[in-house]
């Protein structure tokens, strides 16, 4: 029987995160940057989208102002805390403020003068919310109070922010099946005979039971799960009573443990002389599954979201498939940061957010849908994507529950 894990666990695990993502990650992607300095600065309840990232799991929100500071020194970065002194922080930081006597922009402005800093990053940026988290106020009181050498060096770098949330570290890559099971938890005990009556049970009925079982285990869905149906003769897809030989759908996703699933999985209500799925439906979806695979297949390290896009298109619409695709990130948000692979309403490159370039050890919503005769085909499933490309990191994908 799937168990959450404990509340100590999941600090210890958060915990043996921070540490990788601070002395593995952090280097890489820093040293990639021209930055020489990164300054990520939040006030308390107004924390950076990064925050939870960089501090231990004791740490639950910003004191007053936290300020973490990070400078390159060729290929090591050293880690600083411009905070209030806290024993938990200062197992990952070295405390630089001496707060009793002096502010913090003095001793920001003491740390930029010891390693002449000549590039600082702030984040700051007009295209990407993940690398917008200094807030407007903070922003005008250091560009008053540093000094004018070092305000004249801000640099924005939305990929600082990006790749550090974006890229798994190695416990949150086999940490994810785990999660996974969690949400699937909830989408078996739904798609379950034991919970659909036909001809009573309703879409909102599923929608709510869901909801209560991602409370009752203890976590948080990061939108609020939707299910929908299909029904043959009765043209696209429509919310009510469910019958019997109606293809249902459903799209759901939790944050457990500081990451996000986003799946979606198909069920079939039998009519009462049926003993399988009937053969149009097991087509269709069996045409989805090659999508998926297509697009799978064109993933590449350093290929752009828009590449993707155009490759997998491509291909499907030579293979006779009418395709529709719309997969993104899913990594500590939902809509996570990294590159964008199509659009639901918009069919096409997209600009700025599909631009940016795929790494390895990064997870992915595999969202898409394909038309087959009058039906359309939804799916979605958690992947990840590493040297030896493309996982699915929960089995099934190629199942349809069956309800009898």
């Not at 639950?60 to 905070?83: D, G, N, P, Y």
């Not at 560009?143 to 550090?164: G, H, Q």
């Not at 799946?263 to 209500?269: D, G, H, K, L, P």
């Not at 199509?342 to 394909?370: C, M, S, W």
């Amino acid at each position: 029987m799937f168990q959450i894990k404990s509340i100590k666990e999941q600090y210890e695990l958060k915990d043996k995160i921070l540490k990788e993502r601070l002395e593995q990650l952090l280097p890489k992607i820093m040293c990639s940057s021209k930055a020489d300095a990164w300054v990520i600065a939040c006030k308390e309840y107004h924390e950076d989208l990064l925050f939870p990232l960089l501090v231990p799991a004791s740490y639950l929100t910003a004191r007053r102002v936290t300020m973490l500071v990070f400078i390159k020194q060729q290929e090591q970065i050293r880690r600083f805390s411009l905070s209030l002194p806290d024993e938990d922080l200062e197992k990952y930081y070295e405390r630089y403020w001496d707060y009793q006597n002096e502010t913090q922009s003095e001793a920001l402005n003491r740390l930029f003068d010891e390693f002449d800093v000549q590039h600082i990053a702030w984040n700051t940026s007009e295209d990407s919310a993940f690398a917008d988290g200094l807030s407007a106020g903070l922003y005008k009181q250091y560009t008053r109070e540093l000094k004018p050498c070092y305000t004249k060096r801000f640099i924005e770098d939305k990929l600082l922010a990006m790749k550090l949330m974006e890229i798994r570290t190695e416990t949150e890559k086999s940490l994810y099946p785990h999660v996974l099971e969690a949400a699937f938890t909830v989408i078996e005990d739904t798609f379950s005979k034991h919970t659909i009556v036909p001809g009573v049970t309703t879409c909102a009925d599923l929608e709510w039971h869901m909801m209560q079982k991602v409370q009752d285990m203890g976590l948080v869905y990061w939108f609020s799960p939707t299910i929908d149906l299909q029904r043959e003769g009765q043209g696209p897809r429509y919310y009510g009573v469910i019958e019997k030989g109606d293809l249902l759908h459903c799209d759901f996703g939790i944050r457990y443990m500081n990451l996000c699933t986003d799946t979606q999985r198909n069920a079939y209500v039998a009519k009462d002389d049926e003993t399988e799925i009937p053969e149009k439906i097991k087509k269709g979806f069996a045409i989805n599954n090659r999508f998926q695979d297509i697009v799978r297949e064109s993933f590449q390290l350093n290929m752009t979201g828009n590449q993707v896009f155009s490759k997998a298109i491509a291909q499907a619409k030579k293979e006779g498939i009418r395709p529709c695709l719309y997969s993104h990130p899913c990594n500590v948000y939902g809509h996570g940061p990294g590159t964008l692979i199509g659009l639901y309403t918009k069919q096409e490159e997209i600009p700025i957010r599909g631009d940016i370039r795929l790494d390895y050890d990064t997870v992915f919503a595999l969202e898409l849908n394909i038309q087959y005769e009058d039906m359309t085909f939804y799916s979605e499933e958690t992947v990840l994507f590493d040297e030896n490309g493309v996982h699915f990191l929960y089995p099934g994908r190629d199942q349809i529950y069956f309800i009898k």
